[in-house]
């Protein structure tokens, strides 16, 4: 597992998830979302107990900053394969990524990258891989973390096999 620190009034880590420890119901191929180490639910999610995650996340009595808290509802909702949820909290943290004040412009176009490669996640389980690949570019253009570029070039690489065999199918009708 990698981390990576971000400022945020106190230290934040990173923590990237691989997603071959899921449930299938939620399976993102290979794909990496983020969580914010430390915030409510992440411990549980991590772990692989989404409703857990989602109602510690929900419920927490401690102060956390937005950002946070929607990055791991984004993570917990998408994992649950409930997808309306997950699309609400994965937008909100995009927002909440360009609102904050109090953090460089640089770590918050970090933390807004994250956000982005989240929701591509997202969109690949709802079918939409062209929002996906939208999500992963400007991803990969605010920050070229290894998250981001890993699910950037794991969309092309697909998308890429599947032109191929459009192309060889239509050459082969003719």
């Known amino acids: ?25 939620a399976n993102t191929n290979g794909y990496k979302m983020v969580l914010i180490e430390d915030t409510p639910g992440a411990a549980a999610l991590q772990a692989g107990q989404f409703d857990q995650g989602i109602t510690e996340t929900l419920n927490s ?11 791991s509802l984004c993570v917990g909702f998408t994992k649950s394969a409930q997808l309306d949820k997950a699309a609400t909290a994965c937008d909100n943290a995009v927002s909440a990524a360009q609102q904050l004040h109090l953090v460089s412009s640089s ?15 997202l969109r690949l389980l709802q079918n939409n891989n062209l929002a996906a690949l939208a999500d992963f570019s400007r991803a990969a253009e605010l920050n070229r973390s290894d998250v981001s570029l890993h699910n950037l ?7 890429n096999k599947a032109n191929n065999g459009l192309d060889l199918a239509m050459v082969s009708a003719d």
């Open 1 to 25: 597992m990698k981390a990576r620190s971000v400022k945020l009034g106190s230290t934040l880590a990173l923590m990237l998830m691989a997603s071959g420890s899921f449930l299938a119901s």
């Open 107 to 121: 770590d918050k176009r970090e933390m807004r990258a994250y956000a982005l490669t989240n929701r591509g996640v």
């Open 153 to 159: 070039q794991r969309l092309e690489l697909a998308l």
């Open 61 to 71: 009595s401690v102060e956390v900053d937005n950002f946070s808290r929607q990055m």
